[in-house]
Structure formats: structure tokens, C-alpha cells
Nanobody, 117 residues
Framework: VQLQASGGGLVQPGGSLRLSCAAS????????MAWYRQAPGNQQREMVA????????NFAEAVKGRFTASRDAAKNTLSLQMNSLKSEDTAVYYC???????????WGQGTQVTVSS
């Protein structure tokens, strides 16, 4: 199973970007799909947005009201619309998917988002 993330780039503060993630090689729909990010100098990835198979969405407090997420459960695709970007949103963003019945989880390769003037 592979997750392919795309859409990162350089944007000025206040700008917008849209990230996309597509999964291939899986016969099953992920139970949860999510975006995580790892900021420069941080050892851990933090959850940005998570969507369950039935569409329940959870966002990190830092992005509420600015980011929206959507997924197509049947196609195992996930997107993240990021608006009103701030310098502190600068990070590598990773797509994530899991299968609770097997305990398997998968990470995409990461896409760099840089917010800078």
C-alpha cells in the first residue's frame, strides 16, 4: 500500500494551499485517514486533521477555522484545504491511513509546506 501526497509548496502568510493524498495498492477502505505534520526541529509529528470512514472529522486546535479536510472513502483519497496560512504552519505534511481490523497503518512520503514572505 502506498500513499502519495502532493500539493505542497511555498506560500506567503495569509495564502492558501491544497494538499491531496491518494492511496494505491489497497483493496480496503481505510478506517481513518489523516494529515500529520512535522515542523522544523520537532521530533514528533502532530495530527492536523483526521477523518473517519463515516466522515467524523477532528482538527488540531491550531488549525480550526482555517483548514478543512475531505475524503472519498471508496477511493481512499484525502485532501486538506489550508487557508489563512501562518508561518507556524511551515512543516512537512504527511498523509496517514489505517486499518483497525489488522492494526496496519501507512504513511505517505511527506510534502513540504513553507509559509514565508
Amino acid at each position: 500500500v502506498q500513499l502519495q501526497a502532493s500539493g505542497g509548496g511555498l506560500v506567503q502568510p495569509g495564502g492558501s494551499l491544497r494538499l491531496s493524498c491518494a492511496a494505491s495498492g489497497s483493496m480496503f477502505s481505510f478506517d481513518n485517514m489523516a494529515w500529520y505534520r512535522q515542523a522544523p526541529g520537532n521530533q514528533q509529528r502532530e495530527m492536523v486533521a483526521l477523518i473517519t470512514k463515516v466522515g467524523v472529522t477532528n482538527f488540531a486546535e491550531a488549525v480550526k477555522g482555517r483548514f478543512t479536510a475531505s475524503r472519498d472513502a471508496a477511493k481512499n483519497t484525502l485532501s486538506l484545504q489550508m487557508n489563512s496560512l501562518k508561518s507556524e504552519d511551515t512543516a512537512v505534511y504527511y498523509c496517514y491511513g489505517d486499518l483497525l481490523s489488522t492494526g496496519d497503518y501507512y504513511w505517505g512520503q511527506g510534502t513540504q509546506v513553507t509559509v514565508s514572505s
